[in-house]
């Protein structure tokens, strides 16, 4: 199931990789490359399928990364690699949790760009984004505040996906040599290995220097 959904996405990644390379006679239709070097916020909600119904909790990370982006003509592809962190908070009758989780992800975009002159350039892009967890701090409190431990652990022990695959659609922009980007992503696969399902939505908004 979630090969078949991949295969679209992985096939258009690697027709763009396929009409960038594509030999050119002229000089300005060669393929130009940048490198992004970004950070930003994100906000990262989860989705339990309950059989009480849904359940919604949003929780807010940043993210910082970097990587290379190549254009031609009306078309570009770009892979890029970050480091990415959520904090989350919460809280039952007895118990409090508080921390946050450690990740990286390596989005594999490609897109179309509609509009350009020599100081403005619009993209508009999906692609595929790689998404693993890596590590979970936590702070565990009684509800009364008098006692609390801080742990380490790894997602398997608290029934969190290492591996997410994501669907992203976004749209950035340049202005000479700055970019902004606003990105929406979501999860193609359960983000926990309970019984029930829960999905990832996330929301980017990064800014970037290219060199």
Same mark, same amino acid.
């Given at each position: +199931?979630? +090969?078949?959904? $991949?295969?679209?996405?992985?096939?258009?990644?690697?027709?763009?990789? !396929?009409?960038?390379?594509?030999?050119?006679?002229?000089?300005?239709?060669?393929?130009? +490359?940048?490198? /992004? $070097?970004?950070? !930003?916020?994100s906000a990262t909600t989860f989705v339990e399928m309950l059989e009480t119904g849904r359940e919604r909790d949003v929780f807010a990370g940043w993210q910082i990364g970097f990587g290379p982006r190549v254009r031609k003509r009306k078309w570009f592809v770009e892979a890029l690699l970050s480091f990415n962190r959520w904090t989350f908070s919460l809280s039952d009758p007895d118990l409090s949790f508080s921390g946050q989780v450690n990740s990286f992800e390596l989005p594999l975009n490609a897109g179309f760009i509609p509009y350009k002159n020599s100081l403005f350039k619009l993209y508009l892009y999906g692609g595929l984004v790689n998404h693993f967890n890596t590590k979970l701090i936590a702070t565990?409190? $009684?509800?009364?505040?008098?006692?609390?431990?801080?742990? /380490? $652990?790894?997602?398997?022990?608290?029934?969190?996906?290492?591996?997410?695959?994501?669907a992203r659609f976004g749209i950035n922009f340049d202005v000479a040599m700055f970019n902004f980007d606003f990105n929406y992503s979501i999860s193609m696969n359960s983000a926990t290995s309970t019984s029930y399902r829960t999905g990832y939505h996330q929301l980017q908004l990064n800014a970037a220097y290219l060199f």
């Open positions: +199931m979630i +090969m078949r959904t $991949l295969l679209p996405v992985v096939l258009a990644f690697a027709a763009g990789v !396929g009409l960038l390379a594509t030999p050119s006679s002229a000089a300005a239709q060669q393929p130009k +490359m940048d490198i /992004k $070097l970004f950070a !930003g916020a565990v409190a $009684l509800a009364d505040g008098s006692a609390s431990e801080t742990v /380490k $652990l790894k997602p398997k022990e608290v029934d969190l996906a290492i591996y997410q695959a994501m």
